[in-house]
């Protein structure tokens, strides 16, 4: 089983995109983040044809999240404790082929110190409460998606220059390992250790092509998915050519799917 996450930052745009990396890769689940339309607009149709089934919480313009998967899913929720409408539409989760989902659109914070930095943190207690209140570490688990953080300074292209910057601050870090202490581990660092391992590269100054990245996309995984996790990949391809997203998808292969 091959299960992925990808910030697509707009579904409008990078459908064209996005079907051919399906049709190439066929992963058995995927999760996206930043879809940018409703629900009413998701390109349903287009996904069955390709063979995937949809569940959306969608929201025009900023953010929007969606499953996709081979198998049919079953929604198990799709607001956080303390948010029960999800107006920012950051969180969706789904049971596909015995696997619980959990797919997330963290909040970025804009500046450390500001309101949304403030909400950030407190999201992130709010998502560690539904694992506490919902979730059964001992069961298979996957949380992924744009967490927009990057958990280590070998996580940054220039620590220095990130330190204590949005993405980057303790408190941020600190609330990423709250995640892991639930009992879930990395999946990537299963794997792989050293290299420049990132997945968002802004738009501007010629980041990509300077190495000037992040990871903040993430797939971590309860004990019993990491035992069956046998590659992590981040498709740094998917960042070149056409119209890219300024994320690329990370995709993890699980043994026994």
């Known amino acids: 089983m091959k299960l992925a996450t990808w910030n697509v930052n707009s579904i409008r745009i990078r459908l064209p995109r996005l079907l051919a990396w399906l049709e190439r890769r066929r992963p058995d689940i995927v999760c996206l983040q930043e879809v940018k339309v409703t629900d009413e607009e998701f390109p349903r149709a287009e996904l069955e044809a390709c063979g995937y089934r949809s569940l ?140 420049e391992l990132f997945t968002w590269w802004d738009y501007r100054a010629g980041a990509f092509h300077r190495g000037w990245g992040l990871r903040i996309d993430h797939i971590l995984v309860s004990a019993s998915v990491a035992s069956a996790c046998t590659a992590v990949e981040i498709d740094r391809e998917e960042r070149k050519g056409e119209k890219p997203s300024d994320h690329v998808p990370v995709v993890a292969t699980l043994a026994g799917g």
């Open 56 to 195: 959306v919480a969608g929201q025009r313009t900023y953010n929007g999240v969606a499953i996709l998967s081979r198998a049919e899913p079953t929604e198990v929720a799709r607001a956080l404790p303390g948010d029960a409408d999800d107006a920012q539409r950051r969180f969706l989760v789904a049971d596909v082929a015995g696997l619980r989902v959990v797919n997330v659109y963290g909040p970025n914070g804009q500046e450390v110190g500001s309101e949304k930095y403030v909400y950030k943190l407190d999201w992130y207690r709010r998502l560690r409460a539904f694992l506490d209140a919902g979730a059964d570490a001992g069961r298979d688990v996957v949380v992924c998606g744009d967490l927009n953080v990057a958990p280590e300074d070998r996580d940054v292209w220039d620590p220095e220059q990130w330190r204590g910057k949005i993405m980057c601050s303790e408190p941020e870090r600190a609330a990423f390992r709250d995640l892991l202490a639930w009992g879930l581990s990395d999946a990537l660092r299963l794997h792989r250790e050293a290299g």
